[in-house]
């Protein structure tokens, strides 16, 4: 049985689609295309447990988003993912309070795996 919310922020509609193959079977998923969305979204969803957030985005990007999103919400577990692979980057979400970091491509198993540990 679905039972808890996860939301899915990414600007490209396949990685959105491919994270919904992979969770829709154990999770409800609400999409949002950029950051702001995501923001509204978790507004009016308070009980979402998880968000997968994509850094590289129009208009307000992921890491933007991610210092708002903890400014509001510091019980959501958040699990940035994105294409730049770099130490930087990574350290920079952590320390902004990304609470995972996975990397693209990334394999479906890394995803579930993520997902069951952080909720």
Known sequence: MK???ILICDD???VRE???LILSDKYNLLFAENGKSAIEILQ???DIKALLLDIKMPGINGMEALKQIRLQNNDIVIIVITGYQSVE???RSINT???Y???KPFESKT???TVKKAI
């Open 44 to 46: 009016d969803n308070p």
């Open 3 to 5: 039972s808890d919310k």
């Open 101 to 103: 970091y996975i990397t």
């Open 97 to 99: 309070g990304a609470t």
């Open 12 to 14: 490209e509609k396949g």
């Open 89 to 91: 980057t990574a350290s």
């Open 18 to 20: 491919s994270l919904r």
């Open 111 to 113: 995803i579930i795996d």
